[in-house]
């Protein structure tokens, strides 16, 4: 069973990359965003808490995301894989991984990160804007907070990765066709 990590920063591709891969590999793709955004839509509790810290551009909770990816992981046995997108965030919510996965005798195979600048990160979120209807796409400054978010929190797991040999780059200024070349170039040299 394979496990791997979509990193990049917001709006950089990495679900649209994510879908392709579950249809070519039939692995099982866990995105946290989805995953919460389909908690507020239900209104439930969880929903309820997470729904002004998404629309504040902000993280929700680490506990709040480990749950739902422990019970993805728990409650899909048998599948190919999974592909995890937009987790992990922190250095915390990837211990935290690393933990669950040994507890199972698996572990994070690789991390394949899609490189953006900011300036396309936010040309691409504005475009997003247009065709989905996310809150956090649509303010200025909502989108400048979470690409801070990124650059203080979640960037510092490259160096994570990197330590543990897991770290792979590729190009993500291209289009959607050869971004995905490169992803699977990347996967099957893995
Ligand atoms: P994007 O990649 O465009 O930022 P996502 O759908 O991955 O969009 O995430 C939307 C929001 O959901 C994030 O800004 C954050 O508030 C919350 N979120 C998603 N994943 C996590 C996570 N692993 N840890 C904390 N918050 C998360």
């Known amino acids: 069973m394979k496990h ?3 990193f990049g920063p917001p ?3 990495k679900g649209t990359q994510a879908k392709l891969m579950v249809d070519k590999y039939n692995l099982r793709h866990v995105s946290t965003g989805d995953l919460l955004r389909a908690e507020i839509k239900k209104g439930s509790e969880l929903g ?4 002004a810290l998404i629309e504040a551009g902000s993280l929700v909770p680490d506990e709040v995301v ?4 422990k019970n993805e992981i728990e409650t899909n046995p ?9 987790f992990p965030r922190t ?3 990837a211990s935290v991984l690393d933990e669950m996965l040994a507890k199972m005798g ?5 991390v394949i990160s899609i490189i953006v600048d900011d300036n396309l990160v936010k040309e691409r979120i504005k475009h997003r804007a247009m065709l989905e209807d996310r809150k956090d796409d649509m303010q200025d400054d909502v989108i400048a907070n979470r690409i801070r978010t990124y650059h203080q929190k979640t960037e ?8 543990l040999n897991k770290y792979h780059e590729i190009n993500g200024s291209g289009t959607i066709e050869e971004i995905f070349d490169q992803v699977c170039t990347l996967i099957e040299t893995l």
């Open 4 to 6: 791997f990590i979509m």
């Open 11 to 13: 709006g950089a591709g």
């Open 48 to 51: 309820n808490q997470a729904k």
């Open 66 to 69: 480990v749950a739902m990816i």
């Open 78 to 86: 048998h599948v190919a894989g999974f592909i995890f997108d937009g």
């Open 91 to 93: 250095t915390q919510q």
């Open 106 to 110: 698996k572990q994070v195979d690789s």
């Open 156 to 163: 510092p797991l490259i160096d994570y990765y990197k330590k």
